[in-house]
Each structure stands twice: as C-alpha cells, then as structure tokens.
C-alpha cells in the first residue's frame, strides 16, 4: 500500500519539476538593441554594422539547416510518460520596435540634434552611470542658453526613464527595468563621441 500511495507523491514531484522555467536575461541581445537605439538617437545609425544585423537575422531562424536537423532529432524522455518539458533554455530577442519605444527614440533623436549634441560637445553635458544626463559645467553654456539646456536635459531624462521601462515591459519582463537601464547606461558611455563627458567611479571623465 506504501508503495502504491507512493506513485501519484513522486509524480507530483516529477510533474512540478518539469514544469519549472528558466528566464534569463538575455544580455548579449539586450546590448544590441541597445547599440541600435543609441546610435539611432546620436545620429550614427548609418554606422551600424549591417554584418552586425545579418548575424543577428540567422540567430533568430534558429542558425539554418544544422540547428533544424538538431532540433528534429532532439527527444525529450518525459514524453514518454506524456509530461511534456518546459524548460524555457533561452529568452526572445529584445525588441525595441513598438510604437511606443519608437516614438520615444523619434522625441530623443530631435532633442539631440536640436539642443542636446551642443551641450555635449562643448563639456556642459555628460552622461551619467545611470543612465540619464546632467548638466555637468553650466559654465560651458552661455547666460541666455542654459534655461533652454536645463529644461532638454530634464525632458531627456524622462524620456529616458520611460524607455528603459517601456522596453522591459514590451518584452513581457518588467522586472528587467533596472538591467536594461544598466545596459544602456553602459551604451551611451560606449557610444559618446571623443570629447564627451561621462560619469565613472563617482567622478567626470573625457572621453
């Protein structure tokens, strides 16, 4: 009897074992889409490297013919038992391409090029570590400027923090906010142009 009440226990186990899912954060995708929101904001999607895009294209079929013929013969012992795995062993590519994140990359674009790209290059401006932008020498600006700077540099920032937010939760994982934020922040700096200001170890360095 032990034994018989002891079968339907260890299925339960089995069951709630095989049912547990992974999800990582996928960081290598998260980097790209993040490479390509900001050089499309600074104005330098030109440079992206379409070699870059290809590569990431294939990833997304699974790697062609070899990952197909693999993923036909793969076998899963629980079918055998009719429990199927679900095992989630890799996450989605981070996308960036709702309506809403776009919209947000279109309002940071103009606001670069309007405003923004002066404040950069003169040494006012500087990206911080997390994420956002300050005003870092409003010595830099001219008297009649810096009203206008301050008020981009505050717009930026919200727009920033919504992105950050807007990406994790368009790709089903808002707990993933603060890593995305933390990728990014690292793009902008990777991303900032010779001369640039940004924070590291609680001080400004020049690019």
Not at 86 to 102: E, L, M, Y
Not at 114 to 123: E, H, K, N, P, Q
Request: include cysteine; aromatic fraction near 8%.
């Amino acid at each position: 009897m032990k034994q018989v009440f002891g079968i339907p226990v260890v299925g339960a186990l089995l069951l709630t074992a095989c049912v547990t899912i992974n999800v990582y954060f996928p960081a290598a995708e998260a980097k790209e889409a993040a490479r390509e929101f900001v050089e499309k904001v600074i104005d330098e999607a030109d440079k992206v490297n379409m070699q870059d895009e290809s590569r990431k294209d294939s990833s997304k079929d699974g790697g062609g013919g070899m990952a197909m013929l693999q993923r036909r013969f793969d076998f899963d012992p629980w079918m055998l038992i009719g429990i199927g795995s679900a095992h989630a062993q890799s996450a989605p590519d981070i996308s960036i391409k709702t309506p809403a994140i776009q919209a947000i990359q279109a309002r940071m674009e103009a606001r670069f090029n309007s405003t923004l790209r002066a404040g950069f290059d003169s040494g006012a401006l500087g990206f911080t570590s997390d994420g956002l932008i300050s005003v870092r020498d409003a010595g830099k600006l001219e008297l009649k400027d810096r009203v206008a700077m301050n008020a981009a540099v505050a717009d930026d920032n919200r727009d920033r923090k919504a992105v950050y937010r807007e990406v994790a939760v368009a790709n089903g994982h808002p707990e993933w906010e603060s890593q995305i934020r933390d990728v990014f922040a690292k793009q902008w700096v990777d991303s900032a142009r010779s001369g640039w200001w940004y924070q590291s170890g609680g001080g400004w360095k020049q690019k």
